[in-house]
């Protein structure tokens, strides 16, 4: 994964001024799209998309600063239209204007270009299972709300709580299959993991495929396939954050197995009172590299 990684960031260089084919170079490396987002977005510390904006405006920049070329020529080889979309593009990596920046020569905020290394330290123990399971059903209450790295999801919080207690006893007493106990579901997660694009939560429970929803709860079902199961414990949601940091750093370079498409599965085990600290399953869906 990692030297695919590194090939993605060569793609990027050669072909900054127009697209390329990353669903192509995916296939081509026996990865898939899906997979190459994820790990780039985990271990860059941003979307793929935004890497290639900032690496446009790094190399766009020395351009404008030279001055042999009008600013429309300078946007057209980088594939803008118009001098208006580039100087917008230009203005949010830079913080100012390319006429600004050619009269001052700058400031100019510098993107350097991405180099992959993996580090094993095992800093981080992966207590991991992978489960192979049959189609099931994930039902309960389902909400759109926008992602959050870091700490508690407020968005999440006030939907779950939202819930009346004889509806989380309820969900409960549906489950009938792992995961088991009532789930924090994640799906239609951008690819990229942009902070504060939108998914789909779902507060809910597990059930056979064969097992009907009830009409007044949302349902997703999931395909048979392999999970890969890490358990975590420790402060929540801290613990469980790191861990899920960590299948990315650690994990995933290490191992022979991607991520595939589908919702990822948190399900409790045990909780403090006020929710402090939780010993956790992350469940993630993937298939052999």
């Not at 695919?4 to 490396?29: K, P, Q, S, W």
């Not at 979309?85 to 949010?92: H, L, S, V």
């Not at 549906?174 to 106990?181: I, N, R, V």
Request: net charge negative.
């Amino acid at each position: 994964m990692i030297s695919a990684l590194n090939r993605l960031v060569v793609l990027v260089e050669e072909h900054l001024a127009e697209g390329f084919d990353i669903h192509g170079l995916a296939r081509e490396l026996g990865t898939t799209e899906y997979h190459l987002r994820r790990m780039f977005s985990s271990l860059a510390g941003m979307p793929l998309s935004e890497y290639v904006r900032r690496r446009r405006m790094t190399v766009a920049a020395a351009d404008v600063v030279r001055g042999e070329d009008d600013l429309l020529s300078v946007a057209v080889r980088y594939g803008y239209g118009s001098t208006e979309a580039f100087g917008r593009a230009f203005r949010a990596v830079h913080g100012s204007g390319p006429g600004d920046v050619r009269r001052d020569g700058g400031p100019l905020r510098t993107q350097p270009r991405l180099r992959f290394r993996l580090t094993v330290e095992g800093s981080i123990p992966m207590d991991t299972r992978l489960v192979d399971r049959p189609t099931f059903r994930l039902v309960g209450h389902a909400a759109r709300v926008p992602l959050v790295h870091q700490g508690v999801n407020p968005h999440i919080q006030r939907h779950i709580t939202a819930l009346p207690q004889e509806e989380h006893l309820r969900l409960k007493e549906m489950s009938d299959t792992e995961p088991a106990g009532l789930l924090q579901v994640c799906d239609d997660l951008d690819p990229d993991g942009t902070e504060g694009s939108e998914l789909t939560y779902l507060h809910g429970v597990a059930v056979s495929g064969d097992t009907p929803a009830p009409g007044d709860l949302d349902a997703i079902e999931v395909p048979a396939g392999k999970w890969a199961v890490f358990r975590t414990a420790g402060p929540h949601p801290q613990a469980l954050q790191t861990v899920w940091a960590a299948t990315a750093t650690e994990w995933f370079p290490s191992n022979p197995w991607r991520l595939r498409p589908g919702p990822s599965i948190v399900a409790v085990l045990e909780r403090a009172d006020d929710f402090s600290t939780a010993t956790c399953e992350l469940w993630l869906p993937v298939e052999p590299a």
